[in-house]
């Protein structure tokens, strides 16, 4: 009986675990890996940032258990599941339909943000990149929803770690700018409001893989996984943020301010960041053009993989525009329509006492 009780025990500690790597992994993307998305959100708020990075964190563990959980119920295989279990159907058509489109922002955003990591750090074509990053997205979708988990949970340990040791070298070697602050550039002047859009944008991304994952678990286990992947994002997202202002405000002029940053510390970390760098946009990457073909196609149906190839096309041919220029429109876009979706949930949730907090 102790030999089957540890054996369960065990075996929902990893589930926990592949559910906090799976959400991670699904959000930091090329937005929050190459900082571009923390500078805008919380760094040009200088101090106040943290405040916004804290709230973010606890919404992030909250929202992230009521989505799996609604999807777990309503047996979710897409967005658009969970959007009809809360919504009035007229209002679930329009936030549906937005949510699909964010997904093909956010994709094309991630295919530049390839790009620009390989033009900025090994001199590469932007094109090149994005080309070789789009390929890998395309293949990993063609195979099925599972394929996309592992290659999501596996790769987002390894970014914390980084991400947190280039952190603590970059305070050792220069102190944090508490006083620094540029509020017109960030995507809101309001730092509490900044924080809800990072929150809720990044929510739109992760609905299209929380939603159906959700259904692989039980209660209790997507509760664990929701706190450790909130937790996650929240200690990522703070190790960026103090190290961003250990060396602004050169280090806002980058599209790629992380690896401007490691190059200041040491000419070879660049090197290997820049292939986690890849690997995290990649997995942000394969969930949205997941979510993007199994809305608009079965997956497992004959049209899911015409789907997935078109859609990868089309966001490779608009992705010259540039990666910053593109996020700074497209993910707060993303976050106004996030809010619609966040707000539809919270009512199911306890507005009608169908979740206990």
Not at 5 to 28: D, K, M
Not at 43 to 50: C, D, K
Not at 135 to 151: E, K, N, P, Y
Request: hydrophobic share 55%; proline share 3%.
């Amino acid at each position: 009986m102790k030999t089957s009780s540890f054996t369960n025990t065990e075996a929902g500690f990893w589930a926990a675990f592949s559910i906090a790597g799976t959400y991670f992994g699904t959000i930091v993307g090329a937005g929050f890996a190459t900082g571009q998305e923390v500078l805008q959100f919380f760094g040009f708020h200088g101090r106040a940032g943290l405040y916004g990075l804290m709230i973010s964190t606890v919404l992030f563990v909250i929202l992230g258990r009521i989505i799996m959980e609604i999807g777990r119920r309503v047996g979710a295989k897409s967005h658009a599941d969970l959007i009809q279990a809360v919504t009035h159907p007229r209002t679930g058509r329009i936030i549906d339909g937005l949510i699909t489109i964010s997904l093909v922002g956010s994709l094309i955003v991630l295919i530049a943000g390839g790009g620009a990591v390989l033009e900025q750090q090994l001199g590469f074509p932007a094109l090149v990149g994005s080309m070789l990053l789009a390929i890998c997205a395309m293949f990993t979708v063609l195979g099925g929803f599972m394929g996309v988990v592992r290659a999501v949970s596996g790769i987002a340990p390894f970014l914390i770690i980084a991400v947190s040791a280039i952190s603590v070298w970059a305070m050792r070697t220069a102190q944090i700018s508490w006083d620094w602050a540029d509020a017109s550039r960030a995507v809101s002047a309001s730092w509490l409001f900044a924080a809800l859009l990072y929150v809720s944008h990044n929510l739109v991304l992760a609905v299209s893989i929380l939603a159906p994952l959700g259904t692989l678990y039980d209660p209790v286990t997507v509760r664990w996984g929701a706190f450790w992947g909130g937790c996650a994002l929240g200690i990522g997202g703070l190790a960026l943020y103090l190290c961003l202002l250990t060396r602004v405000p050169t280090a806002a002029e980058y599209d790629v301010p992380i690896l401007y940053i490691a190059n200041q510390l040491s000419p070879r970390i660049p090197f290997y960041y820049s292939i986690l760098l890849l690997l995290e946009i990649y997995t942000t990457a394969v969930t949205s053009l997941y979510g993007l073909a199994a809305r608009l196609t079965h997956p497992g149906s004959p049209g899911f993989g015409a789907v997935t190839i078109i859609a990868t096309f089309v966001a490779f041919c608009t992705s010259i525009l540039g990666f910053s220029k593109l996020m700074g429109w497209i993910y707060p876009a993303m976050g106004y329509v996030g809010l619609l979706l966040i707000g539809s949930m919270l009512h199911w949730a306890y507005g009608s006492r169908k979740l206990s907090v």
